[in-house]
């Protein structure tokens, strides 16, 4: 399996980190530019939740495209976001249900700190998406949220951790020490610790199962 990973990462393009983080900053500064506007704009004739909304939505938007130009074509190491047929779309579900049973076990093991694994779905849900945040929000408020939070949010972590990320790491570790370490701040980035130890075991199994080609199929299993 180790040999099988190196092997692919090895016939990877490298991605420098210094471009990763101009990147990165580029973007940030291009949403929090055009955040401010938005916030200027909307502050007094739009409620704040479909403001806030709106401006995370174009932060996000702002990573997506920084990534897609800087690293293109999209379709192409290191982004490799394409579809690569109904075997990977197989694999990726196939490794959704190994990491919910493996998370499962995770989670009884941590009863004592986030309660039952019930408990703990029942947390993750509420602090882990925008359904407790939005409640009794207005409509408009939850037709941004949903596809930023299915659609935007899942393609920009597939590029940032399992793309670019794992790309620079494969320099400087062995294939499956870069997995383990992307899949740190993968699970730090989901903030809530009740949250954590899933997002880490989906760090950890997303790119075992072919780290050449489908991205694609991983952000939709997310």
Same mark, same amino acid.
């Given at each position: 399996?180790?040999?099988?990973?190196?092997?692919?990462?090895?016939?990877?393009?490298?991605?420098?980190?210094?471009?990763?983080?101009?990147?990165?900053?580029?973007?940030?500064?291009?949403?929090?530019?055009?955040?401010?506007?938005?916030?200027?704009?909307?502050?007094?004739?739009?409620?704040?939740?479909?403001?806030?909304?709106?401006?995370?939505?174009?932060?996000?938007?702002?990573?997506?495209?920084?990534?897609?130009?800087?690293?293109?074509?999209?379709?192409?190491?290191?982004?490799?976001?394409?579809?690569?047929?109904?075997?990977?779309?197989?694999?990726?579900?196939?490794?959704?249900?190994?990491?919910?049973?493996?998370?499962? +076990?995770?989670? @009884?093991?941590?009863?004592?700190?986030? %309660?039952?694994? !019930?408990?703990? $779905? /029942? &947390?993750? *849900?509420?602090?882990?998406?925008?359904?407790?945040?939005?409640?009794?929000?207005?409509?408009?408020?939850?037709?941004?949220?949903?596809?930023?939070?299915?659609?935007? +949010?899942?393609? @920009?972590?597939?590029?940032?951790?399992? %793309?670019?990320? !794992?790309?620079? $790491? /494969? &320099?400087? *570790?062995?294939?499956?020490?870069?997995?383990?370490?992307?899949?740190?701040?993968?699970?730090?980035?989901?903030?809530?610790?009740?949250?954590?130890?899933?997002?880490?075991?989906?760090?950890?199994?997303?790119?075992?199962?072919?780290?050449?080609?489908?991205?694609?199929? /991983?952000?939709?299993?997310?």
């Amino acid at each position: 399996m180790k040999i099988a990973l190196d092997s692919r990462l090895e016939a990877r393009p490298v991605v420098g980190g210094r471009r990763i983080l101009l990147t990165i900053a580029a973007a940030l500064a291009a949403g929090a530019a055009i955040g401010s506007a938005t916030f200027v704009g909307l502050r007094s004739v739009a409620d704040s939740n479909v403001t806030g909304q709106v401006i995370t939505l174009e932060v996000y938007g702002c990573l997506v495209v920084s990534f897609a130009l800087a690293f293109r074509p999209a379709r192409n190491p290191p982004l490799a976001f394409r579809y690569t047929g109904a075997k990977h779309l197989g694999l990726a579900f196939l490794t959704w249900l190994g990491v919910l049973a493996a998370a499962g +076990v995770v989670y @009884f093991a941590l009863t004592p700190i986030f %309660g039952d694994p !019930l408990e703990a $779905l /029942r &947390k993750i *849900l509420a602090v882990a998406t925008d359904a407790k945040r939005l409640q009794g929000k207005p409509l408009l408020a939850w037709s941004i949220a949903v596809p930023r939070g299915c659609l935007l +949010v899942p393609v @920009f972590e597939e590029w940032m951790f399992r %793309g670019l990320l !794992l790309d620079w $790491l /494969r &320099k400087r *570790l062995s294939a499956s020490r870069a997995i383990a370490v992307s899949a740190v701040p993968f699970a730090v980035m989901h903030v809530y610790p009740v949250a954590m130890p899933y997002a880490f075991l989906f760090g950890l199994a997303s790119p075992a199962h072919g780290l050449d080609a489908e991205h694609v199929v /991983r952000a939709c299993a997310q």
